[in-house]
């Protein structure tokens, strides 16, 4: 499958047709978030610079410091200097972090967020960018979009900006010539048109000089679109979302006094003492006895943004993230599916593969999540769609999720806080945003499956049991004693109160693994069995040491996504001479006589591990292996 | 049971309110997920709106203790200011006194090395009480350094700050890593200005302490310790004139801290060990 990403469309409802409200003049706005972002070195913080200077932003003895720091690393004024502030950033010449810095035009106030463009450093890119109301994309005039500009578009897509400038940097390098700067124009505007993105104004511009910047360029006499401070000011305010239906997900319930209150934000809508309201996925409808604030003036409403509690009637307990919405307009009601289509921006250094757990955020709200298909794959050099196992890191993709139970919902729309998931894994670590399009229906024959998660955190199973767990695969020909080794640390991790379990492969092969012989095939679906039940027993808070051949280095590496972090790859190093003199259980003499085919070692190919995490050589006594062995495992599980 | 029936629209939210409201949910979301939790109250303008933030998110109370990490240095008026609102506002205070400066790396310039004196104070406290959560009163306006900051930023063993190794933050989920050693620090002010900070303790009538009001045509826009903190000059006597004063000023607020002048990087290598 290969189709557009503009195949997206309609999938999602935008948010656009909410009316904006209007304000009295003596209304004070909060600031306008505006994010800047694009491919590194096309100028991003030159162009923030120049903005602050420009607008008269700067605060006394700022453009000194700038003079000051160019003038001691023998530059000329580098603008970029004002927001590089940390020494390691200036020390490496690169932006790492999102900064925010206010500045005003007229009477509106705007913040600017920063973004930077090392692909690495893309999580502090959503950072800063996630809350903005509004895109500079700055694209350099002569080289054109590159990697981080397509990437940086898809998550502007992904996190809901609404609307974007094309800042077209660096166009003096072309001499402000109409017909080259039209052509890169269109280009941009093509590219941004696959993803939906409606560009609001594309200046032509020089940040160093200045150009089109507050002013309108002498270089560019053809030019009769805005500046990029008029595109900016003509970025419209946030959308109401008091129009919409009510939703609060409950952030806490807190009794004081004898009162009780449910205490949580609203997302949108309003709500009044006296509506009736549903209460989560359980469905018990309680009334609203009383809008509560401290030190406020008293209102018996409230609106979408604001922080209230509230008191009910009958006097019900939610949970946390129990959603409230209106009880008596079924209309209103949000979406409720327990398998959830979802567009991700993957965070995690690995990739995502089907069959991996998280918890997915939902405002207030936690659901144990299995990742149930991965159904497109964002191809970052053209931003088709193709199909994919697996979700490379900083990578864009549609998958399905499915919960344990049915999740309430409202679909992601752009401006709006509807459907803002995040994928958590169980470290409490965020790994991923995963904007909610829609119920998953499941096709014809296929049995749903929902998977659940320990509700226990991996740090509250290391402080009950005293240690953290892992995985410890040990790895070596038939006879290199990767089981007596286990056998016997397992024995002296006992003594040092540290709870180890050996899955061992001839124990596995008599029970779990009795159907399986020693093809590839087999042996592949062994180690897959052995790694899922490690994975187990590593949660529940174990040391886990696995002894077995595993002689293929794809089948340890299928072991090692399976089990994911924890994982510890063990070579025991005993020379096959060593191993077949010692010959235990007599295989290699049986092998050699033929009797025994594709045996590791003699007529099967063993991969010795590249860079095991430990080896174990065979050039010390088993006393000293089992010593190094528990040594190692001490020090991965002991905090 | 009276129904109040009632047509009344909701209030538009002015800047103020949208501060206040992301404040209340920060500082909820830390009493959630977060125990123990403590909030540090440095007696001055930040950390008072902090704890008024908390009385609004708690319904007029604050739900867990409050901490004043003395370095011995304060000002006499910031003592009175203490004793009497741990009364008025009902707190549940926790006191910690800084290590001599003696003890403190000598490497560091001196103002900066004395205001380390604090960030050994605060860890032994972190310590002691075996605290999950801190909510600290910084702001992303205040230094450059402290614009890089998460609203969740979690510090390491030791207390560190991995500036290069921050978890992604967007929205408002905060992540709370959790592992042996390792505390949450909790910014509910992270967006404020300092300007925002004013105007809402004009609009809530929030007490501060009489020394950053001017005398003698000299006042204190920052309280630090004595020795290390300097008034400005102004003519600033109530909070709507240093309201009007903000307005037309463009100069930095911590211009009076010696620490964030000594040396270009003093500042971020405070902050990396713990520093506020």
Known sequence: MRSSVSAWRGICKMGDHIATQTLSAAHRAAATPIVIVGHVDHGKSTLIGRL???????QDGKLAQIVESSRKRGLAVEWSFLLDSLQIERDQGVTVDSTRIPFRLGSREFVIVDAPGHRQFLRNMITGAADAEAAVLVVDAQEGAQEQTRRHAMLLRLIGIRHVIVLLNKSDVLGFDESKIVQAESDVRQLLGRLEIEVEAVVPASARD?????????????????????????????????????????????????????????????????????????????????????????????????????????????????????????????????????????????????????TLRLATAEHDVTVASIDAVVDLDDLTLRQGDEVPPDGFAEITLAASHAVLFDPFSPGFGDGRGVLVDRHQRIVGGAPLIGPADLEDGVHAIHPTASRISAGQQAQARGHKSGVFWLTGLPGSGKSTVARVAEVSLAAQNVKATVLDGDTLRAGLCSDLGFSPEDRREN????????????????????????????????????????????????????????????????????????????????????SPELRLGADRTEAETVSELTGFVLRVVQP | MTRTHTLAEPRVMDDLDQLEAQSIFILREAYRKLKPLSLLWSLGKDSNVMVWLARKAFMGRVPFPVMHVDTEKKFPEMYAFRDEYTKKWNLDLLLGYCPPVEEIDPSLP??????????????????????????????????????????????????????????????????????????????????????????????????????????????????????????????????AEVIAELESSKTSERAGRAMDHESEDAFERLRVAGYL
């Not at chain 1, 290699?588 to 590791?600: D, N």
Request: proline fraction near 7%; aromatic fraction near 8%.
């Open chain 1, 52 to 58: 602050l200077y420009d607008t008269d932003s700067l």
């Open chain 1, 210 to 358: 200045g150009d089109n910047i507050a002013s309108r360029s002498e270089r560019s006499a053809w030019y009769k679109g805005p500046t990029l401070i008029e595109a900016l000011a003509n970025v419209p305010p946030p959308a109401s979302r008091l129009a919409l239906p009510f939703r609060m997900p409950v952030q806490d319930v807190y009794r004081f006094d004898g009162v009780r209150y449910v205490a949580g934000r609203i997302e949108r809508g309003t709500v009044r003492a006296g509506d009736r309201l549903t209460i989560g996925a359980q469905g018990q409808i309680a009334t609203v006895a009383e809008v509560c604030r401290w030190h406020a003036p008293e209102l018996p409403v409230a609106g979408a943004g604001e922080s209230i509690a509230l008191r009910l009637e009958p006097d019900l307990v939610p949970d946390r993230g129990d959603l409230l919405f209106p009880a008596d307009d079924k209309a209103a009601a949000p979406e409720r599916s327990a398998r959830i289509r979802t567009r991700l921006f993957w965070l995690r250094g690995e990739p995502l593969r089907v069959g991996e757990s998280f």
């Open chain 1, 527 to 610: 180690i897959r069995r052995a790694a899922h039940v490690a994975k187990i027993l590593s949660e529940s808070g174990q040391a886990v040491i696995v002894a077995l051949v595993s002689p293929l280095q794809a089948d340890r590496d299928l072991a090692r996504q399976i089990v994911g972090e924890g994982f510890h790859e063990v070579f025991v190093d005993t020379p096959l001479a060593t191993c077949e003199q010692r010959d235990p259980k007599g295989l290699y003499a049986a092998a050699r006589a033929g009797k025994i085919p594709e045996f590791t070692g003699v007529s099967a190919p063993y991969e010795a591990p590249l």
């Open chain 2, 110 to 239: 001196p103002a900066a090395r004395s205001a380390a004196r604090k960030t050994a104070g605060l860890a032994a406290m972190i310590d002691k009480h075996k605290l999950r959560g801190v909510i600290a009163g910084i702001r992303r306006d205040e230094q450059a350094t402290r614009a890089k900051e998460r609203v969740f930023s979690p510090r390491g063993a030791g207390h560190r700050w991995d500036v290069r190794n921050q978890p992604p933050e967007f929205w408002d989920q905060y992540a709370t890593p959790y592992e042996d050693g390792m505390h949450i620090r909790v910014h509910p002010l992270l967006a404020w200005r300092e300007i925002d900070i004013w105007r809402y303790i004009e609009r809530e009538g929030i007490p501060l302490v009489d020394l950053y009001f001017a005398k003698d045509g000299k006042r204190y826009r920052s309280l630090g310790d004595q020795d290390i903190t300097s008034p400005i000059e102004s003519n600033a006597a109530t909070v």
